[in-house]
């Protein structure tokens, strides 16, 4: 188990019935991959506890190296200190096994999987075995962005505790949080999500529930139309992308920003809309489909639509 699951100092100080409590302070992640890990730093640095969910001691071990990567990276940056960083890992617990989840006020789901099939059959699953460990009134969230709350939480018995949470975590400097109010979902449950989303700092988005929301809905077609654009040759990617960045202010331009989130993960959510709504606008780019069929995803393994050395950084 990583080094960082060390005993905890609360059971020096105020007992669990004298110590206030407070709306929200544990949350649960189950699945620490990119996503996860990004969400318990972005909690964590909050001053909240956090305990992630893994299938493997290598993965939970896997996950705290890449949160120290990250740590890391900001400090070389300036964006905090060691002693910060050593604040924020102490904060953070992996395990193996749903019943280290007890005591979470919210917990959220964060796996990844392929088709939509197995989506929504594991995350069904993990809804379930969420349930089976936490109290009554805590949430479950789910950070899915293509599959509808109401659908996840069908078969629960507390269906009024789900919402789906979306961080946009692959998004530079994103300052939002898309929350989603499901058939079942309670006005306290939406009440408390709320704040929670305040409590990090992030500007909470009300969405009706519909697969895509909001933001992947406009990114999806956003990139679909620059590859539309590259391949009638109106412009080469970096002038595409440069369009985007200096005409609209974005960080990042559209085919740079498909690289750092994926391009396997961006066509799953073009297949999942298109499947969805049959409309051509969400339906997959032969230049996706083809970087993609040819294991080109972009950052995460140095080629997609630009080339990357081994820190993430574009060399073409």
């Known amino acids: 188990m990583s080094e960082y699951l060390i005993e905890s100092i609360e059971g020096y100080g105020l007992s669990q019935k004298e110590r206030p409590k407070t709306l929200f302070s544990k949350v649960g992640i189950v699945g620490c991959g990119s996503v996860g890990q990004n969400i318990a730093l972005m909690i ?21 190296v890449k949160m120290e990567q990250e740590l890391d990276n900001m400090i070389e940056h300036w964006g905090m200190t060691p002693g910060e960083k050593r604040a924020i890992l102490s904060r953070i617990k992996g395990y193996i096994g749903y019943e280290y989840l007890k005591g979470c006020d919210l917990v959220i789901e964060a796996i990844r999987s392929r088709s939509r099939e197995q989506r929504v059959t594991l995350r069904k699953e993990v809804f379930k075995n969420i349930e089976k460990y936490v109290a009554p009134d805590a949430i479950i969230a789910s950070n899915a962005t293509t599959i509808v709350i109401t659908e996840l939480s069908s078969e629960l018995e507390h269906k009024e505790r789900c919402v789906s949470l979306h961080f946009l975590t692959n998004v530079p400097g994103a300052k939002m949080i898309e929350v989603v109010r ?37 990114f999806v077609a956003l990139v679909n139309e620059a590859c539309e654009i590259l391949m009638e040759g109106v412009g080469t990617k970096s002038d595409i992308d440069n369009t985007m960045r200096t005409g609209f202010g974005l960080p990042l331009g559209p085919f740079e920003l498909a690289d750092k989130i994926g391009l396997d993960k961006v066509l799953r959510w073009m297949d999942n809309l298109y499947s969805e709504f049959g409309d051509k606008k969400f339906k997959a780019s032969p230049v996706i489909k083809r970087l993609v069929r040819a294991h080109q995803f972009g950052r995460s393994n140095g080629k997609g639509f630009y080339d990357y050395n081994e820190n993430g950084h574009k060399i073409n």
Do not use: W
């Not at 964590?44 to 705290?64: R, T």
């Open 44 to 64: 964590s640095q909050k001053e909240l506890e956090v305990v992630f969910i893994e299938l493997s001691e290598e993965k939970v071990n896997n996950a705290f």
């Open 182 to 218: 499901g058939l079942y979902t309670s006005d306290e449950v939406y009440d408390k999500v709320m704040k929670f989303v305040k409590m990090l700092g992030k500007v909470a988005i009300p969405v009706e529930e519909s697969p895509g929301l909001i933001s992947i809905r406009m």
